[in-house]
Nanobody, 129 residues
Framework: QVRVVESGGASVQAGGTLRLSCAVS????????LAWFRQSPGKNRIIVGA???????DYSDSVKGRFTISKDNPKNILYLDMNDLRVEDTGKYYC???????????????????????WGRGTQVTVSS
């Protein structure tokens, strides 16, 4: 059984930092791309960044230079390090898994959540001014 569990969400002040974690288990053998999405109140779920099978990353323009995705392979945990947080970064952050060998850059174009195969329940990030 595939499990995707996010953690690390919190309330922080603008300009602060936060690290989110996503523990993934139970995936069958194969290639996968992992991604972080954000859903802000009243808005659609959007992709924030992706991490592909070759450990390449790519990010949406709104977070490029501020957010970094990394992965601890032995523990199978995906991280999202968020720096210089802004009020507009507020939202619920989800970890998603795409079955297939796609690059992180291509993953950013797969914006329809239903096209991603596995999801966690999300973790809330609130940034206040």
């Amino acid at each position: 059984q595939v499990r995707v569990v996010e953690s690390g969400g919190a309330s922080v002040q603008a300009g602060g930092t936060l690290r989110l974690s996503c523990a993934v288990s139970g995936l069958p053998d194969g290639d996968y791309c992992l991604a972080w999405f954000r859903q802000s109140p009243g808005k659609n779920r959007i992709i924030v960044g992706a991490f592909d099978t070759r450990a390449r990353t790519d990010y949406s323009d709104s977070v490029k230079g501020r957010f970094t995705i990394s992965k601890d392979n032995p523990k199978n945990i995906l991280y999202l390090d968020m720096n210089d947080l802004r009020v507009e970064d507020t939202g619920k952050y989800y970890c998603a898994v795409y079955k297939g060998s796609i690059t992180a850059t291509v993953a950013l174009t797969i914006v329809t959540p239903s096209l991603w195969d596995y999801w966690g329940r999300g973790t809330q990030v609130t940034v206040s001014s």
